[in-house]
């Protein structure tokens, strides 16, 4: 059997702390077969970004055997794990004055070999990743003047000049309108048939990650537990992990889907409440 | 998966030919500007004259027709000079480029963690020593007790600095910038109390402290330049880890950088031709602050360009600012680069604010 793109065994990490350390991941394990592609849910806090950054090898487990592509992760360098692992982050500073192809170009430099400049192979896999993030008429704009969703798929063209092989997206809908979370969404379907991605993709709405995710995970307790596989989340999981009513219902397509079930309180004001109009 | 041939090509960092010509325009008016510190002056010298002493010096051609005191003026008195201009506003330039990038403040000077506080005490420490002690203290190759100590304690306080700002997962940039103030502050009240306490010698500490060329010499130019050329050049081959730490240190090590080990790296080079610049000047403010930025503004923030650029138009600010302090009578210079710097950098500022609305 191939080896998995990303395999965690019983990974424990945190923070320091006052006091000592405070504990995020607490035995996780986790296995993301090549190709894959999976959404990672949990509450605030629940150490999403924590076991991103463990995959991307820029924080250490304190316990716990982390490996990429069949390897120990701590075997390969860092620019060596940059060239395998690409990172598009919650947040990320634009530097004001750069122009979106040298900005993708930022991607290459864990590929940089040359003293100065960059060589074909760079500008071919920045044509590439902007043409493939949909961003290609951006190339000569100020990244700084974008919108916040030319901005995404700008920074995903640098996570794409990279040429990972595994991906990661921490809240990449995060600040996106409706139609540009779904526009998102389809991109990263896209980028699979085109480039061999292994994906891992936090995200808070649930439907999407039932609809586009191979498999979704639940981070709950420090550890990771399956929440469903491709089109279905685990209502009554879910439901204990956020704490929250849901309800399935059938869209119009006829696949289920998960609601937010909070009946509307204005429909049966109390009678001592201050009337909304004064 | 690869573009197709017919994609026009797409810029990935500053042409060859732009660069050439923002540097190449920055070497043709350094070497003017440095004519014409060599040549203007109280007592005029030709520049024929000029040329020739050097060559003459250099290479030992040409028959001697200038008058002695000619060849005081330009070998021993003035070339000196200007070539430390060149140097110290290089070494400040490029410093504060790298400052700018590695604390992500646009405020961050050469001096910002501690390089000017430490130098001052070693400087003034030195200046009074031989009126502290019965016996004086000899120099070492041509370099003053001022020099050295001015140096030491420049680099010094920047290591002792990011010591203090050190902690476990890495050195935070807001904890370098409090430690480096906090530190600074107190070397500055041992500053403020050594002048208290030095009588007559009191003139020749505020002179060191506001910045001056006038005491470049050759031994001091064999001190500084190397260091300072060498941390250049250590520093420059560093731009793709300064280039990604445009964009944060988080995503600076997802790229690959080895984050904490890049700042330390470029923390101390920085510190050093910042350290080598002040054994030779005394502290000059504005320069290492503005260059960097407007440069920045003008041709974006990509290092490959940035740094070079900072260099040369470093040394030309700098070299400049000496000439008008020395034909305005002999004005420090760090007084003059503060009174023309400053108004510039607060219409520059208002410009931005105007510009983004």
């Known amino acids: 059997m191939a080896d998995p793109a990303v395999e965690l065994i019983g990974v424990s990490a945190g923070y320091p702390a006052v006091g000592g350390r405070r504990r995020v991941l607490d035995g996780a394990s986790l296995r993301v077969d090549a190709g894959e592609m999976v959404a990672l849910l949990g509450t605030n806090g629940s150490g999403k970004t924590t076991l991103l950054r463990i995959v991307a090898g820029t924080l250490r487990a304190t316990a716990g055997e982390v490996r990429l592509l069949g390897r120990p992760i701590h075997d390969w360098s860092r620019p060596e794990i940059a060239r395998r692992v690409a990172v598009l982050p919650q947040t990320t500073d634009v530097p004001a004055g750069m122009r979106v192809a040298e900005l993708v170009a930022l991607g290459r430099i864990p590929h940089g070999r040359s003293w100065f400049g960059a060589d074909a192979g760079d500008a071919d896999a920045v044509a590439a990743a902007l043409r493939d993030a949909d961003a290609t008429e951006l190339a000569d704009r100020r990244a700084d003047e974008l919108s916040g969703g030319e901005r995404q798929r700008v920074l995903l063209a640098m996570a794409l000049a990279q040429e990972p092989r595994v991906l990661l997206l921490d809240e990449p809908t995060l600040h996106l309108d409706l139609a540009h979370q779904v526009a998102l969404v389809r991109m990263l379907e896209r980028l699979r048939a085109m480039r061999p991605l292994t994906v891992i993709a936090v995200l808070h709405d649930l439907n999407l990650a039932a609809a586009f995710a191979d498999r979704s995970l639940l981070l709950h307790d420090g550890r990771v537990v399956a929440a469903g596989g491709a089109g279905r989340i685990d209502a009554a999981l879910a439901q204990r992990t956020f704490g929250v009513p849901l309800a399935e219902a059938t869209a119009a397509d006829g696949s289920r889907v998960l609601a937010l079930a909070i009946a509307n309180r204005r429909e049966s004001p109390k009678k001592n409440e201050p009337n909304a109009d004064c | ?357």
């Open chain 2, 1 to 357: 998966m690869r573009a197709a041939a017919a994609a026009p090509p797409i810029a990935l960092g500053p042409s060859l030919g732009r660069s050439s010509l923002v540097l190449g325009t920055g070497v043709v008016l350094l070497i003017v500007i440095g004519a014409v510190g060599v040549t203007l002056g109280t007592s005029g010298v030709a520049l024929g004259d000029a040329v020739a002493i050097v060559m003459h010096r250099l290479l030992g051609i040409g028959p001697v027709s200038w008058p002695a005191s000619s060849e005081t003026i330009v070998w021993d008195l003035r070339l000196p000079r200007v070539l430390a201009g060149m140097l110290v506003g290089a070494g400040l330039g490029c410093a504060g480029t790298v400052f700018q990038a590695l604390l992500r403040n646009p405020m961050a000077d050469p001096y910002i963690i501690g390089t000017a506080a430490g130098a001052s005490l070693g400087a003034v420490a030195a200046l009074l020593v031989p009126a502290l002690l019965p016996f004086a203290v000899g120099g070492w190759m041509g370099l003053g007790l001022v020099q050295i100590l001015a140096f030491a304690g420049g680099l010094g306080t920047v290591l002792v600095v990011y010591a203090v700002a050190r902690g476990q997962g890495g050195t935070p940039v807001v904890t370098l910038l409090l430690a480096g103030y906090a530190i600074s502050s107190l070397l500055a009240a041992g500053v403020a109390m050594l002048m208290f306490v030095s009588g007559d010698r009191l003139a020749a500490v505020v002179s060191w402290l506001l910045g001056s060329l006038g005491g470049a010499s050759w031994p001091r130019l064999a001190f500084a330049g190397p260091l300072i050329v060498v941390s250049f050049a250590l520093m420059v081959v560093r731009w793709r880890g300064l280039n990604a730490l445009l964009l944060g240190e988080q995503q600076a090590a997802f790229l690959g950088l080895e984050v904490e080990r890049e700042k330390r790296i470029l923390t101390a080079l920085a510190a050093l031709a910042t350290s080598a610049g002040v054994a030779v000047s005394g502290t000059i403010g504005f320069v290492g602050l503005v260059v960097p930025h407007l440069l920045r503004l003008a041709f974006g923030p990509d290092h490959r360009l940035l740094l070079p650029a900072s260099m040369v138009y470093g040394a030309v600010l700098l070299v400049l600012a000496d000439l008008g302090a020395r034909l305005l009578g002999g004005i420090p210079v760090g007084v003059l680069t503060a009174l023309i710097g400053a108004p510039f950098f607060l219409w520059l500022l208002r410009r931005s604010l105007v510009l983004r609305g």
